[in-house]
């Protein structure tokens, strides 16, 4: 039974879960976080929907407060500071689990704690930051597992219990490399195309170069997993389509909104790790690379660099 948990990351998706949790909870939840970040956290709390919370806010460093289960929602560029940030709230009995963007995060958190549990995980939602707080009209659910769930641990079951207590929707998907790498899949191409050309949902459907792109990207994806060895498939492109065809067209993915907003994107994580994974596996990776140095290079002239 997990009887405490915590977050790191309160950006708009880690701002759903914490709602939820902090509900649940109450002070056995908490939000890892220290320095002004800790201080507006505890000043101003979070708004979601128009709501706010005021949760529990662990400094690093303090020792204070131990968590059955952590999981971490900061951005691929964050995760080095937030695995320093939760070393003092870790147990060897604690559950890490990472709803990072992308396929490397776990990997990372598990060399950084190789004696924990590290489920992967991934996040389905539609959440966003704006000036008024995050907005969410679709909490989706959380994916989550070790790579084969074919039989369910008793930590993944646990995660699972707190998850159902606590109105949070999730799935214990019985392969989570596959299910890891379709996401993958579309953030690679529809992220990274829709960054680069101010493109929301709606121009992959009514432009055709558009969607021939996000063809060809996604289809980069789907061979390196194939040489790697991952059940990604031809067929998985279809069914991304489909999907994303349900997509309001005025939506802005997630690296969109942060060009937008000057942020630093995950073109690192992405393309970097396609065209990373493809060198090792012998498969040619051109989209990627082209987004990948088109990318870097529209960070730097929107940062004014």
Known sequence: MIKTAAIVGLGAIGCIYA????????????????????????????????????????????????????????????????????????????????IINGVSARDKISAAYPDNTVLYGLSRSDASRTAEGVICTWEGAIDFGEADNTVMSEKVKAVKELFDNSGIKSEVCPDMLRASWLKFMRNVSMNQLSALLSSPYGGFFSIPELNQALIEVMQEVVNVAEAKGIDLRDSDIDDALKAISGSA???????????????????????????EEGKKAGVPTPWNHALYLLIKAREQLIQGK
Request: aromatic content about 4%; overall charge negative.
């Open 249 to 275: 067209p005025e939506a802005k993915t997630s690296m969109l909104q942060d060009m937008e907003a000057g942020r630093r994107t995950e073109v690192d994580s992405f393309a970097g790790v396609i065209i």
């Open 19 to 98: 709602r939820r949790l902090l509900h649940y909870m109450g002070d056995d939840f908490a939000v890892i976080a220290g320095g002004k970040r800790a201080e507006r956290i505890r000043q101003n709390g979070e708004t979601i929907n128009g709501e706010k919370i005021m949760p529990k806010v662990v400094e690093p460093g303090t020792g204070s407060w131990k968590a059955d289960l952590v999981i971490v929602s900061v951005k691929n560029y964050q995760l080095d500071g937030a695995i320093e940030d939760i070393r003092d709230v870790i147990t060897p009995d604690t559950v890490i689990l990472t």
